[in-house]
């Protein structure tokens, strides 16, 4: 089972940028789906996520600016960020749980047993 990102790349304050993540397999089995972001070193946040049921649920810093979707017919999931400031500049990385995830906020990383490979994002102010 692989996880493949896509996007990333650099851009200034402002500007827009969308992340991208294919399942090798069916998202069906999937419960919850996440964004997270890891500075060196630190641990992994979540940034945001997305349930089988379409709840999405998103990081404080993030609300308003980034979107969380996904496409079962695709087996993918994506992350379009939006209105991005110097802050928002990590690697990110996407995720996928078999459990079901819910409560108002991102699931911590160690529920996660699928992981893409990382994207870095350099915002410049």
């Known amino acids: 089972v692989r996880l493949e990102q896509s996007g990333g790349g650099s851009v200034q304050a402002g500007g827009s940028l969308k992340l991208s993540c294919t399942m090798s397999e069916s998202l069906e089995t999937y419960g919850c789906l996440a964004w997270f972001r890891q500075a060196p070193g630190q641990v992994r946040r979540g940034v945001a996520s997305i349930n089988r049921a379409l709840k999405s649920m998103y990081e404080s810093s993030v609300k308003g600016r980034f979107t969380i979707s996904k496409d079962d017919a695709k087996n993918a999931f994506y992350l379009e960020m939006n209105s991005l400031e110097a802050g928002d500049s990590d690697v990110y990385y996407c995720?996928?749980?078999?459990?079901?995830?819910?409560?108002?906020?991102?699931?911590?990383?160690?529920?996660?047993?699928?992981w893409g490979q990382g994207s870095q994002i350099i915002v410049s102010s």
């Open positions: 995720a996928a749980a078999r459990n079901f995830c819910v409560g108002d906020l991102v699931p911590v990383a160690p529920i996660f047993q699928v």
